[in-house]
């Protein structure tokens, strides 16, 4: 009698522990199937473009000061290089000499904003009124459409990318940082870049950096020596048929299915599965 009762006091212990175990296994699968779902749906900004050939891109942004700009501009032309200039709005009202410039040059202007704000932290109607007055603002100065936007401080979530895409813009982040900002020596940015630079890079610097004219002078002459082709960001992104990585906001480029067109109209991750 007491082995018995022993027997069913294990046997109902083990059923138990099957019942916990079966519901465990069950509660789990919408908790991981959620944590997939918010991963699969995560949107990065372009941090680089896989390409097979040496394309590179050098961008410059611009929120303070012009001292080094006629410099950076003079250094350019010499080189022959053309390169993306990202404006902030209140720079841009402070400047527009300097807007009109940089376009009359040949340089692609992108929209950094126009208040540089933290737009993490405001409504997407916010964040795309802010975006709207800058293009506004630039185009009435050049008579050209922005369509390539950073985000300030490098900030960026799904509510400011889609906001940007609403408004035909690709978000572009950048992939080897030159310091500039830090008041860093030439050798030190040149270096830096050198030592991480490959085909589909966006490197990051400013127009008002202290030692940006010198360290843009080498660099362009030492990228050209190692076959590079410095080209504005317009010309190394892919516009249409192409995925952005969300780990590591690698845009590659996609197969477009069968009789799809290439009609190169921006922006949308969404032209791609991201992965």
Not at 26 to 54: G, M
Not at 95 to 109: F, L, S, T
Not at 161 to 188: N, R
Not at 216 to 231: N, P
Request: hydrophobic content about 40%; aromatic content about 10%; cysteine-free.
């Amino acid at each position: 009698m007491f082995v018995v009762f022993r027997m069913r006091r294990i046997f109902l212990a083990l059923g138990i522990v099957a019942a916990v175990a079966l519901f465990g296994h069950y509660a789990a699968r919408p908790l991981a199937q959620a944590v997939a779902t918010a991963v699969s749906e995560r949107k990065v900004p372009i941090y680089k473009v896989a390409r097979d050939d040496n394309k590179v891109s050098i961008s410059l942004d611009a929120t303070w000061g012009v001292e080094q700009t006629d410099e950076l501009l003079d250094i350019l032309d010499r080189h022959g290089v053309k390169t993306t200039f990202f404006l902030a709005g209140y720079w841009v009202e402070k400047h527009p000499d300097y807007v009109k410039k940089i376009a009359d040059r040949g340089h692609e202007i992108g929209n950094h904003s126009y208040e540089h704000p933290h737009m993490n932290a405001l409504t997407r109607e916010k964040i795309v009124a802010d975006l709207k007055r800058n293009h506004d603002l630039l185009k009435a100065i050049t008579g050209q459409d922005a369509f390539l936007f950073r985000p300030p401080f490098g900030e960026y979530s799904n509510k400011v990318i889609e906001a940007a895409s609403e408004l035909g813009y690709f978000t572009i982040q950048w992939s080897i940082d030159s310091l500039d900002w830090k008041d860093v020596s030439a050798d030190f940015m040149v270096n830096r870049v050198l030592s991480n630079v490959g085909p589909g890079d966006i490197i990051l610097f400013h127009n008002a950096g202290k030692h940006t004219p010198k360290a843009i002078d080498v660099l362009l002459a030492q990228l050209k020596s190692r076959g590079f082709d410095v080209v504005p960001i317009s010309e190394l992104i892919y516009r249409d048929h192409y995925l952005i990585e969300s780990h590591s906001g690698v845009q590659r480029r996609q197969e477009p299915p069968p009789g799809a067109s290439d009609d190169g109209t921006p922006p949308a991750q969404n032209r791609g599965d991201e992965t």
